[in-house]
């Protein structure tokens, strides 16, 4: 499957323990190696308030999880780290 950037955008992102955390905010793309290195998701309040998150002034807390802590992307973003760990694993 093939996607563009702006398909993933609004996508459902899902942890290892089945809790939707989220929707796709876009990709992080390194221009040297000319690689996809991270997927940007914009937290649901409850989970920033719940994980502690830091939210911006306006709109949603947004993270940065590195490409290896996805583990499918298809009709929703499926995360490698459980709801409790994501913090951990963004960058």
């Given at each position: 499957?093939?996607?563009?950037?702006?398909?993933?955008?609004?996508?459902?992102?899902?942890?290892?323990?089945?809790?939707?955390?989220?929707?796709?905010?876009?990709?992080?793309?390194?221009?040297?190696?000319?690689?996809?290195?991270?997927?940007?998701?914009?937290?649901?309040?409850?989970?920033?308030?719940?994980?502690?998150?830091?939210?911006?002034?306006?709109?949603?807390?947004?993270?940065?999880?590195?490409?290896?802590?996805?583990?499918?992307?298809?009709?929703?973003?499926?995360?490698r780290p459980t709801a409790a760990h994501l913090l951990d694993?963004?960058?």
């Open positions: 499957m093939v996607l563009k950037d702006a398909e993933l955008r609004k996508r459902k992102v899902i942890t290892a323990d089945g809790k939707v955390v989220g929707e796709g905010a876009g990709l992080y793309f390194d221009t040297e190696s000319l690689k996809i290195t991270a997927v940007a998701v914009k937290l649901n309040a409850d989970v920033t308030k719940t994980l502690g998150a830091k939210k911006p002034l306006i709109g949603k807390a947004e993270l940065k999880i590195p490409i290896e802590q996805v583990s499918g992307i298809a009709d929703a973003v499926i995360l694993a963004a960058v």
